[in-house]
C-alpha cells in the first residue's frame, strides 16, 4: 500500500497534448494537411484540430465539397500519418458559417495548408487548432498555438492575406 504512494500522479492521469508532444514524435499538421489536400483535391480542408484518444495525439481534419455539400472528417493518428477513421455527413451549406470562407479560400486558389503557414510566418508553437470562418463581413482562419505551457490565439485574414490585429490576442 505505501508503494501506490510513490507512484507519480503522472503516470496514473491521462496523457495531455503536452505531455504526448514531449514524450514522442509526430508528423507535422501541415503535412498531414497537404496529404490529405493532395488525395482529396474536390474538397477544401475547413478545420483541425488536435485530440488525445487512447493515450496517443490524433489530428481531426475537416473537409467540405461546395459543389457535393458534403463534410468529411478525418481522424488521423500523429506518431505515423494512418488515417483511422474517416466520415462523411451531408451539410447545408447555408447554416454552415465556413462556406463563405471555403468559397473566398477556393477563388484566391490557396490551399488550408498553404494558408495555415502563411499566418503561422510570425507565430512560434505547435499548432493545435485552425478554423476557417466568416465573421462581420470577413473570411478568416483562427489558429490555436501552444507554446511551451502557454496558449495563443492568431486570426488571419484571407481575403487580404494578412494578420488581423483586432482578433489577435494571448
Known sequence: ML???FIPFSSIAAPTIQSLLAESEVIAPVVVMQQIEQQHKKSTICGFGVEVEDQQLVYKVSMIDLVTEQRSRFFV???DGE???HTQERVVLDKIDQAHAVSMLQDKHIAFSKL???ARK???GFLLQAELDHDLSISYLELKLLNQSRKSIVAFDIEKLRP???LKWD
Open 83 to 85: 488515417v483511422l477513421e
Open 3 to 5: 508503494a501506490i504512494c
Open 122 to 124: 510570425n507565430h512560434q
Open 116 to 118: 495555415v503557414a502563411m
Open 77 to 79: 493518428r500523429a506518431s
Open 164 to 166: 488581423l490585429p483586432l
